[in-house]
Structures are given as C-alpha cells and as structure tokens.
C-alpha cells in the first residue's frame, strides 16, 4: 500500500503521490507518470525534488520546505516497484489546463481585443491627466493621482467583474449549449476541474464548485470560455451586486484623490 503524500511548492504547484502513480500539477498542465518509470526520486538536502525516469528525464518539483521534500523522497522510493519500465517519458500523459487553443481564441476574439484597446485608451488619458496635473498645478501635486490609481484600479476590476457576470448571464440564456462535463481533478485551492466537449468535438477544461462526477456546463458557442455550471437569475444577482457594492466606495475614494489637486488652491 502507498503512503499518499502531497508536496505543495511555494510557486502554487502540487506534486501528489498516490496509488501507482505522481501527479503534477501547475498553473498550466497536469502530468501523469507511473511508478513504473520512475527510476528514482533524490533531494539535495533543499525544498527541490527531483523525480528521474527510467530515460533520464528530470521532472524537478517545489517541495516547500526540506522536511517535507526530503519526507516526500522517503515514501516515493518506498513506493517504487521492484521492476521498471524503460519507456520513461513516453508514458507521461500532460494534460493542458488551459488549452492552447482557447489561448489563442481568447487573443484573437474581438471583444478581447475591444478591451485591451479600451483599457489602453483609459490609461493613456489618465497619465495625459497626471502630466497636465503637474504642469498646471505643480510637480508635487501629481501624488494624489498616482495614489489614486490603486483604488480606481481595484475598484474598476470589481465593476468590469459585475458587468461581465451579467452579460455573459445573458449571453447564456440566449445562445447558451448545454453539454455534460466529467470531473477531472481538484486543486489545493478547493476548486474542481471538469472537461467537456463542444459541440465542435473540441475538450474543455472547466473550473468550479465539485458537483460531483458529472454536471452540466452551459457555454457559448460563440466564446466556449465564458461557461457556467449554475445559470440561476439569484446567483447572478447576488454575484453581481456584491461586485458592484465592493466596486463603488473605491471608484469613489480613487476619483476624489484623483481630482484633489483641483479642488485644493
């Protein structure tokens, strides 16, 4: 019987043993290697592991901290079986968990691009401001707009957050595609990964709450990465209103530093 054991890194990643085989995932792929080819498992006497397989690839893993790194190596190569298997790396499956092709959808999709351009305008006529600002008002005056870029930005992402919720909520309703979605995996985070197909016979990843080994998942056909497991209108709303609620007070507060220096003679 293996003793399952879980390395999380400093950098997020999660290098799980477990059964007959690791699993590592990052921010962008989960792999799978059996214990079969892996050839051995060492530590410097860092927070770094080091998984070789039986070609000689390296796989080398955040461990935390040199106890638990050096506790994880213990169980591996107590883990490990007596025969093993040379294919190596031919037997790790990687699995993305954002799809090179929704990457390049989400670049080239033009409401994404609409809001880069938008984003880009806001910023350059707000540093246009803080010049004029300091050329009109003095030099020492342009701290309250620079300090204010902290609240506006926070409170912006809050307000774009709400906007985007209903919108894509409506989206949904309109033209939204149900299709089952199986659970793939959970990070340390507590959120639950599921895949599903497109009508296109294009894989999914999707992220939410664990609702088991299957839901529903509801996405557009015209961006697949807006998706919803739960379309209820009081989800929604509540969602939205707290967005929008947190979003206020520092759209507020970032606006009146924003126009202190012309308030003040």
Not at 95 to 109: K, N, V
Request: aromatic share 6%; glycine share 8%.
């Amino acid at each position: 019987m293996v003793s399952a054991q879980i390395l999380v890194g400093g950098d997020g990643a999660e290098t799980l043993l477990e059964g007959g085989g690791l699993r590592l995932v990052d921010r962008h792929t989960r792999s799978e290697i059996p214990l079969a080819v892996v050839q051995e498992a060492r530590t410097d006497g860092g927070r770094h592991v080091e998984i070789v397989l039986t070609d000689t690839a390296v796989h080398r893993v955040d461990g935390g901290n040199p106890t638990a790194a050096a506790a994880f190596v213990t169980a591996l190569t107590a883990a490990l079986p007596e025969r093993r298997d040379p294919a190596g790396s031919a037997r790790v499956t990687v699995t993305p968990l954002a799809p090179l092709p929704e990457a390049e959808e989400a670049e080239r999709h033009p409401k994404y691009r609409r809001r880069q351009l938008t984003t880009l305008a806001f910023l350059l006529a707000y540093v246009a401001y803080t010049v004029w600002i300091g050329a009109v008002r003095g030099a020492e005056t342009i701290i309250a707009p620079i300090v204010a870029v902290i609240p506006l930005v926070l409170g912006a992402s809050l307000l774009f957050g709400a906007v985007h919720v209903t919108l894509v909520h409506f989206a949904l309703k309109r033209r939204g595609i149900t299709v089952p979605a199986s659970f793939d995996f959970r990070t340390k985070d507590g959120a639950a990964w599921y895949k599903f197909t497109d009508a296109e016979g294009v894989e999914r990843s999707a992220r939410g709450k664990n609702r088991g080994p299957v839901a529903r998942v509801v996405y557009d056909p015209e961006d697949p990465l807006d998706h919803s497991f739960d379309l209820s209108v009081r989800r929604t709303l509540l969602k939205a209103v707290f967005l929008t609620l947190a979003a206020l007070p520092l759209l507020a507060g970032g606006a009146a530093l924003a126009v202190l220096p012309m308030l003040v003679d």
